[in-house]
C-alpha cells in the first residue's frame, strides 16, 4: 500500500498475522521442549481468538455502519478479504503441526493424546462411566427446529450433529455445548503399559453420541465455534455514566456482539454448514476452515506427568544488587538510579521498595497508574496498608484495558471503601502510562518516581519482558508529579522538559530527534537509531524514519509486533526490522539515538502506534545514569546479535530467520540477556522447575 509520496505501508492487520505466524512457527520448532512447544500453539490460537474479537469485528461494525464513503469500504473489504485468505493459510499450517508434529514427538515421550473417539479396548468402559458420571449430567443439547430461538455463546466449542429419526427417518440438527465449567478439555484416561493417555471431552462425546440419542441414527458429528464482536464502543460521555456503561456492555459482551468469525470443521458437510449459517444469518465473508479440534489453547491445560523434563528452562528471577549489603532500597536510590528488568530480576524488588513507602512515617503521598493488575495483587494489597497507614493513596484506573474492566472496576471499588483516592479514565481518552509517585513530607527528604514499560502486574512480570526505571532525580520526580496533575485534570497545562509525554511533546520531540541524526549523516557524521517497541504503525513516524533513512541513517527497528514500514525498499535501504520471539514476551519500549556520541536512551511504555500517539497518555523517561545508559545499550546490542529466535521482517512481511549456517557463534538474546544481568547482580540460586508457562487468560503476547 503506497500513497502520494511514494512511501509504502504494510497494512496493520495483515502485519500482526505475520506477527502471529512467527508465534507458530515457534510450535514448530523442534529444539524447544515439547511443552514449551504446546505452549506457542496454545498463545497462537488464544491470539487468533482475540482477533477476530476486536480487530475483525471493528471492520465489519465500520460497514455496518454505512456511513464511510465507498472507496473506504472497498479498502476495508480487501483487508477483509486478505485477512480470511491468510488465516486460512495458517490454520493449515496449524493443524500439520498438531497432527505431524506435537502428537508424534508426545507419544514418542510416552504421552499419547487421542486423536478420535474410538478408545482403545483397555480404555472403553472408563470412557463409558466417566462420561455418564461426570459429563452426561451436564449437557444440554439443542434442537434447532424452526420457531424456537436458540443461541451461541462465543468461545464456546459446539459439536453439530445430525441424527435421523430410526421410525420416520425425519432428520435434525442438535448442537451440543461442550461444558467448560463442569468437566476438563482434556481428560486423564487410566495409564497403561507406561503410556500416559489423555482425551479432549469432545471426543469423550463423540464416543457416547449413540446413548445420548438411543432412538436415533448419529449420521455426523462436527465442531464449530464463533467469535463475536468483544469491543466496547463509548461515546464521550462523564465518568460516572461511563462506569455504568461499561458494567453493563462487559455484562453484555457475550450475548450481545455481532457475530464475526464461524470457525468450522472443514470436513462439515456443505449442507450442514448452509443450514447453521442461515439459520443464524451468518455471512458467507465470516467463515473461517478449522479441524476437527478448535480452541486449541486448552492445550495450554495438558497435564505433564514428567515435569522438567518437558518443559523450557526458566532461569530464576536476580535480586537487586545493593554493593553494602543494605537493606534499605529508598537509600540505594537516593545514592543513584535503580534499573529493573523483569523477568530476569524479581518483582519483589518492587513491591519491597512500595513497602518501604508503606511503612516510612516521612512519606506522605502515594500516587500511582493502574492499566492491568494481577488476581490477588500484592501491589493493591499494599497500597491498601497504605492508605490504613494514614498515608494519602491516588490511583488513577484505566477502566478501558480490553478485557481487564470488571477486574479493574472491582479492584477499583475495593480500594475507594479503604480510602484510596480513584480517578477513573474519561470516555475519550486512555491512560496507558507505567508510573508511581512517591512523596515525603520534608522538603529535603527525597520523593521517588518509577516509570516502566510494563504493568504493575507480579504475574506477567513473570514472562513479559520490561524495564523500569527507579529515581529520586528531583526534575523527574516534579514532572511525574505533573503528570499526575494532568491525569487529575488540574487547569494549568504542565511543561514536560524532560519526560517525553504523548499529546503534550512526545511526538514532536521524536521527531526532533530522528532529524537531528538526518542532519548529522547530512554533515558527514554518523548517523544512528534503535528502537524497540511492540508495534509500529503511525505513518507520520515511518515518514520520518524513511527521510532519515534516505539521508543515510542507520536504523535499527526491534518490533515485535505490527510494522507497517517496508524494509528493503529504496527509500528504507538502512532500515532493518527484526522481530524477536522467544519464551518471554518481548515488551519492553527502548529508544535510542546516538546524537553525535551523546547517546540519548529513553524507556517508554509508547508504541508507535496512531492510538499511543495521539489518543493515550503515555511517558516516556530520559536515562540519565551512564552505567543505567550503556547496560541497556548492551542489552539492545545483543538483541540485534540475535541468530537464533530472531527473524529478520522482508519487504514481503515474512520471517526471514537470521540463522545464517555459518559456523558463528549462536546468540540467543533471552539467554545472553540473563548471563549479562547475573554479571552485574549477584548469582542466583538454581534454576526453578517446571514449565513457567503463560497460561491461555494470559492477555498481550
Known amino acids: 500500500m503506497a500513497d502520494k509520496t511514494g512511501y509504502e505501508y504494510f497494512r496493520r492487520d495483515t502485519s500482526w498475522l505475520s506477527f502471529n505466524y512467527r508465534v507458530l512457527l515457534e510450535a514448530d520448532d523442534r529444539t524447544l521442549p515439547i511443552y514449551e512447544r504446546i505452549r506457542f500453539l496454545s498463545i497462537y490460537s488464544s491470539n487468533t481468538e482475540e482477533f477476530y474479537e476486536i480487530r475483525v469485528a471493528e471492520h465489519r461494525t465500520a460497514i455496518r455502519e454505512k456511513n464511510l464513503a465507498d472507496d473506504a469500504v472497498a479498502e476495508i473489504k480487501k483487508t477483509l478479504e486478505e485477512i480470511t485468505h491468510e488465516v486460512n493459510r495458517q490454520q493449515l499450517e496449524f493443524y500439520r503441526i498438531f497432527y505431524d ?29 466417566y462420561f455418564k458420571e461426570y459429563i452426561f449430567p451436564f449437557l444440554a443439547p439443542m ?16 459439536l453439530a450433529v445430525r441424527i435421523r429419526e430410526r421410525k420416520t427417518a425425519q432428520s435434525y440438527c442438535v448442537l451440543i455445548k461442550l461444558p467448560y465449567d463442569k468437566a476438563p478439555r482434556i481428560i486423564p484416561l487410566p495409564p497403561h503399559r507406561g503410556m500416559y493417555y489423555y482425551m479432549f471431552v469432545d471426543d469423550m462425546i463423540r464416543a457416547n453420541l449413540p446413548f445420548i440419542f438411543r432412538d436415533y441414527k448419529v449420521c455426523s458429528n462436527h ?86 523434563r518437558l518443559c523450557a528452562h526458566i532461569p530464576t528471577p536476580m535480586r537487586v544488587d545493593r554493593p553494602d549489603g543494605g537493606e534499605s532500597l529508598f537509600r540505594e536510590v537516593e545514592r543513584r538510579d535503580v534499573l529493573l528488568h523483569f523477568p530476569y530480576q524479581r518483582f519483589d524488588c518492587l513491591t519491597d521498595f512500595l513497602k518501604e513507602a508503606v511503612y516510612d512515617p516521612d512519606v506522605d503521598e502515594i500516587k500511582i497508574t493502574q492499566y492491568r493488575v494481577a488476581q490477588n495483587s500484592a501491589v493493591i494489597d499494599l497500597l491498601l496498608q497504605a492508605a490504613g497507614n494514614g498515608k494519602k493513596v491516588t490511583v488513577f484506573v484505566e477502566v478501558k484495558a480490553r478485557f481487564d474492566e470488571e477486574h479493574n472496576l472491582s479492584t477499583a471499588e475495593l480500594m475507594n471503601l479503604n480510602g484510596i483516592r480513584i480517578i477513573y479514565s474519561r470516555s475519550h481518552l486512555k491512560v496507558h502510562a507505567k508510573v508511581m509517585l512517591i512523596l515525603r513530607r520534608q522538603a529535603n527528604k527525597a520523593g521517588f518516581a518509577y516509570v516502566s514499560t510494563g504493568n504493575f502486574n507480579e504475574k506477567t512480570a513473570g514472562f513479559y519482558s520490561d524495564m523500569g526505571l527507579l529515581t529520586s532525580r528531583r526534575e523527574i520526580v516534579a514532572e511525574i508529579n505533573d503528570l499526575f496533575h494532568v491525569l487529575e ?53 515511518i515518514d520520518e524514519l524513511y527521510a532519515a533513512s534516505e539521508s543515510g541513517v542507520d536504523i535499527d527497528l526491534i518490533v515485535r509486533g505490527i510494522c507497517c514500514l517496508v524494509p528493503n525498499r529504496p527509500f528504507s535501504r538502512n532500515i532493518r526490522v527484526t522481530r524477536i520471539v522467544d519464551t518471554f514476551l518481548e515488551h519492553a519500549r527502548v529508544w535510542y539515538f546516538l546524537n553525535d556520541g551523546a547517546e540519548d536512551v529513553y524507556l517508554s511504555s509508547a508504541d508507535w502506534m496512531k492510538r499511543n500517539l495521539n489518543r493515550r497518555i503515555e511517558a516516556a523517561v530520559p536515562i540519565l545514569d551512564g552505567d543505567i545508559r550503556r547496560m541497556i545499550i548492551d542489552i539492545l546490542q545483543i538483541q540485534l ?39 552485574k547482580y549477584e548469582t542466583p540460586p538454581p534454576a526453578r522447575g517446571g514449565c513457567g508457562c503463560a497460561t491461555p487468560a494470559d492477555k498481550g503476547y
Open 641 to 679: 546479535n540475535d541468530n537464533t529466535k530472531a527473524c529478520f521482517v522482508d519487504e514481503h512481511m515474512r520471517n526471514v530467520f537470521k540463522r545464517d549456517g555459518t559456523t558463528r557463534q549462536p546468540v540467543r538474546a533471552q539467554t545472553a540477556i540473563c548471563e549479562y544481568i547475573r554479571e
Open 101 to 129: 508434529g506435537i502428537l508424534p514427538e508426545l507419544r514418542r515421550n510416552r504421552i499419547y493424546l487421542y486423536r478420535d473417539h474410538r478408545p482403545k479396548p483397555f480404555h472403553r468402559d472408563f470412557v463409558h462411566r
Open 223 to 308: 465442531a464449530l465455534k464463533i467469535s463475536r464482536d468483544a469491543d466496547l464502543y463509548l461515546e464521550e460521555v462523564h465518568s460516572e455514566q461511563m462506569l455504568r456503561i461499561i458494567r453493563e456492555k462487559v455484562g453484555k459482551r457475550k450475548v450481545g456482539g455481532e457475530i464475526s468469525r464461524l470457525m468450522y470443521d472443514r470436513d462439515m458437510p456443505a449442507a450442514l454448514l448452509q443450514f447453521i449459517c442461515e439459520r443464524y444469518g451468518i455471512k458467507e465473508e465470516c467463515l473461517v476452515r478449522g479441524g476437527r479440534y478448535m480452541n486449541l489453547q486448552d492445550l495450554g491445560m495438558l497435564p505433564n506427568p514428567f515435569g522438567d
Open 143 to 158: 434442537t434447532l427446529l424452526n420457531g424456537i430461538e436458540t443461541f451461541i455463546r462465543d468461545r464456546r466449542l459446539y
Open 489 to 541: 485534570e488540574r487547569p494549568d497545562p504542565p511543561t514536560f522538559r524532560l519526560l517525553l509525554v504523548a499529546q503534550f511533546n512526545m511526538t514532536a520531540e521524536l521527531k526532533r530527534m530522528i532529524r537531528r541524526e538526518k542532519e548529522h549523516a547530512g554533515a558527514g557524521k554518523k548517523g544512528r537509531i534503535i528502537l524497540k517497541m511492540n508495534g509500529l504503525q503511525d505513518e507520520s513516524m
